[in-house]
């Protein structure tokens, strides 16, 4: 069964501070993707990196595979209350798997005015 | 496109009934997912569907959960007999079964078994 832990797994933070979320595994996976999920509504895809060191920016968040692509990292830069929301790291296997997207359990950002 | 739309958005019932979830995917999308959202277990695949067709159900939990594609717009989960512990937030998700496309997940619904 392939795992994915993310951390930490709550992160509250004042506007205009930069964090940095992560999402290990022992497995590797062929790609990984980043979800957010607001209350009352399912997760929308952000990213999906693909090459082992890959990095993606989307403004003001910037998502990095692991070289191994076993782990990977979201970073967002000035942090804005609207940023707040569920981050959800979702690994796809290989082979008979691809279809399979495994989702770790997130991480609850808050960004406090 | 509206996206996937599940129906309903709420649903109370007492245990012992059924109840039954329902989707509607993005026109198109050949892959169709079921998952399960808790806050001990996070977002658990429950079934997946290619083409209409069941293809991973190992995430059913037991014999009381059931699931149907009759065709490509529309897909039911039925729970029965519900209980508690089946109290979760219930996704559907469609997609193309290519190697790097995303999920697009319904709004959800909300189930209470009391």
């Known amino acids: 069964t392939q795992l994915l832990e993310q951390s930490p797994q709550f992160l509250s933070i004042q506007e205009g501070e930069n964090l940095t979320v992560y999402c290990n595994s022992s497995?590797?996976?062929?790609?990984l993707q980043w979800y957010r999920q607001e209350p009352g509504e399912g997760p929308v895809l952000l990213v999906t990196?693909?090459?082992?060191?890959e990095v993606k920016k989307l403004k003001r968040l910037t998502f990095q595979f692991g070289d191994a692509r076993k782990d990977s990292s979201l970073h967002i830069t000035a942090a804005q209350p609207g940023d707040t929301g569920l981050y959800l790291c979702?690994?796809?296997?290989?082979?008979?798997?691809?279809?399979?997207?495994?989702f770790g359990k997130g991480t609850l950002l808050t960004v406090n005015p | 496109d509206a996206g996937v739309i599940q129906s309903p958005r709420h649903e109370v019932t007492e245990m012992g009934q059924e109840v039954t979830l329902r989707c509607k995917p993005i026109?198109?999308?050949?892959?169709l997912f079921w998952y399960r959202q808790t806050m001990m277990r996070g977002l658990e695949l429950l079934i997946y569907?290619?083409?209409?067709?069941?293809?991973?159900d190992s995430g059913m939990p037991e014999d009381r959960f059931s699931a149907k594609m009759p065709n490509a717009s529309f897909s039911t989960l039925k729970i029965q007999p519900s209980e508690p512990r089946d109290s979760a937030v219930y996704f559907c998700?469609?997609?193309?079964?290519?190697?790097?496309?995303?999920?697009?997940f319904g709004s959800g619904t909300r189930l209470t078994v009391v």
């Open positions: 998700a469609s997609s193309f079964l290519r190697m790097n496309y995303g999920y697009t």
């Open positions: 497995s590797v996976f062929s790609s």
């Open positions: 990196v693909v090459t082992g060191g």
């Open positions: 979702a690994g796809k296997g290989s082979g008979g798997s691809n279809y399979k997207l495994t």
């Open positions: 026109s198109g999308h050949n892959s």
């Open positions: 569907f290619n083409n209409n067709v069941p293809i991973d």
